[in-house]
Each structure stands twice: as C-alpha cells, then as structure tokens.
C-alpha cells in the first residue's frame, strides 16, 4: 500500500494523540485536549493566524485534524484553565485579526480513556458546539458543562455525597472530610466535623475538592448549625485557579524564623514569611531591597542560612538561592538545597501544618 498524504495525516495524527494519552495516563499529569476550527479562509492570513494561536499557547504544539480542524494537548492544566485560556485566545484575535475561532470542543482526559473514546467524546462536543451555535462547547467524560454551575453540582452530588472542603489558615489550605447534606434553591448545606465549624465560619471563601470533578469550585459562606453540624453556602461556582493547586505545601512559621542572605561580601538579615521545599518569602527592612538593587547583583545565587526547629531539635538550615521576585519589602527565592536538607524542611512543613490543624480545631499546641 502506497503511504499518502491522508495516510500520513491519520498516522501522525493517531500516534501523537495516542503518545499524549500514554504519557498523561503513565505520570498522573491532568491533559486537556483542544479541538478548533477556524474562520478565516484566505491563506496569508490562515497561515498568520496559526503561527499567532501557536505562539499563545506557548509553543505547545498544532497537530492537524480532519475537516479542517486542529487539535492542540494542553498539559498539566485544568479543564477550567484551559476554557479560560481559549476564551482569551478569542479576545486576542478579534483584537488582532478581527476574527475567532469558528468552533471550540475541549474535554479532559479520563483515566479510563483510551483514543477512541477520548476523541468520540472532543467530536461529539464539536458537533454540539456547531448545533448549538455555541463559541465553545466542553466537558470531561461525565459531566457536561455547559449547563449552568448549579445544576452540574446538584447531578454530582445526588450520586456522590461525599466532599472536601478546604480553607485556608495561616495561608496553608486546610482539609475537611465532609458530606453533602442538602441541596436548595440557591444554597448548599454540608454535614462537616463539629471541631471545624468555627474556622469554617471565619471563612470568605471555601473550596471543593469531589471526585466526580476534574475542577475546584467555590463558594460563600451563608451560615453555620452549630447544633447540627451544618455550614450553608451560596454562590458556588468553578474557578480557574485556587490555592489547594499548589503543587507543594506551603506554611507561614508559627514562630519567627531570621534568616541571613548572603552573595560575597553583601549581606543582609530578614525573617521567612512562609516557605516551602523549593521556595521561601524573605522579609527584610526596605533599605536592604534598596542596597541589594544598588549593588546590581539581584540575578546572582546568593547563600541563605537560618535554623529549623522540629519537636525540640534545632537543624541549622544552608541553601544556595535566586531571586524570582522582588516585591516591596519582599524577595520571593527560590531555594536549591542537599536531599537531607529538603529532608528537614518538609518535615519541619508537615509538622507546622499538624500544628496549624489543631490550632483550627480549638486544641492547644
């Protein structure tokens, strides 16, 4: 059989969307996979237009599908992100092109997905996209999303009553194993553990974490039943980024931590404000972001030294460090350090997060 041009557009096609699936499946990595058509038809632009949606995408890559459309795999992003990101997308073409795309389908990987069925799935979204007029048309294998927020929740829940809810404390995000107790007009009410109520009440904002959802969803606080053990909340909703997306725990000190940064003979002293294993915010006085910004050395890996204090065993912490950010009085570092001594931070993390869940609980520490 002679290898043809279509031959060799199903091949490539097949075998990337396949190597996507395997490696995604393999490491646990969220995928999202995009499928467009464009308007425009005259090539110059056609082909301006591509190289512009390619460079939006941070290079990720435009794999040719059929009739005319392409598919592009979006990695380690979730499914809410990546809408976000194609509605932009929009905006920047009508801004500079005066145009869009014609019609978006976009879903995220299953961990039961195998090509079939994660590309029935994008086509049939695209036809729905083109029946119902719909700019973009997305959903993951159980869920539909465009339908509204609410009703997507209230089908979630009537088949899986149990849920996390997170707050944050000390700007680490604090998990609570609950269950959805009642489902209303316009609110929510969740049966959680009676030692969480008080540090739920104090809450602006929640967030959700089921397991049916690929996405976090949030809501407001309405009230707490302290004698039922119930907190009501209104106005829930996915969102495109929260805090419990952070791929490593983070905490603020429960006590002060100085610190000591040092490149040659310049140094200068400040407190951590909260750290994690690969990164820390260094506070010190303004006059010292001024010297250090005189000195022009900011894009140097500087040396940061401080003490660790973990159930009465002080570790004396030394860590070679780069400025990502400055802000204000505030260096954000990142921090590259020995096995063991990322050993001691992430146990000195974990033991001041156990710390943090008994202080939400009303316990002493």
Known sequence: ?????????????????????????KYSLDLSVIKFEIKERESKKYKEILKFINTYF?????????????????????????????KNLNLALKLNYNTNLKHVSITSLDNNDDINSLVDRLNRYMTKAKLTN???????????????????????????KSINIYGLFHDAPIKIESEVYKVGDGFTQFKVPKAYLSFLKKQPILYFEHKSIADIFSASVLSVDFENDLIEVGDMKFIDHSPIHRKQLRVSPL???????SYGDFAISGFISDLSV??????????NIDEL???????????????????GNTFEIKVKATIFRINGNQLVLNIFGSSETQKIINEYINMSYQQLLLQVQGKVV
């Open 293 to 311: 910004q005189k000195e022009n050395i900011k894009e140097k890996t500087f040396e940061l030294m401080f003490e660790l204090e973990i159930f």
């Open 1 to 25: 059989m002679n290898i043809t041009s279509d031959l060799v557009l199903s091949y490539l096609n097949t075998s990337i969307t396949e190597s996507e699936i395997e490696n995604a499946q």
């Open 134 to 160: 719909s700019e973009i048309y997305y959903g993951t294998k159980n869920l539909d999303f465009n339908d509204s927020d609410v009703n997507i929740l209230k089908k979630v829940f009537e088949k899986e």
């Open 278 to 287: 690969s990164s820390i915010l260094f506070t010190t006085e303004i006059q």
């Open 58 to 86: 941070d290079f990720l890559g435009i794999v040719p599908d059929t009739n005319n459309s392409f598919l592009v795999f979006a990695r380690n992003i979730k499914l809410h992100a990546v809408v976000l990101m194609v």
């Open 255 to 261: 006590k002060p931590l100085k610190a000591f940064l």
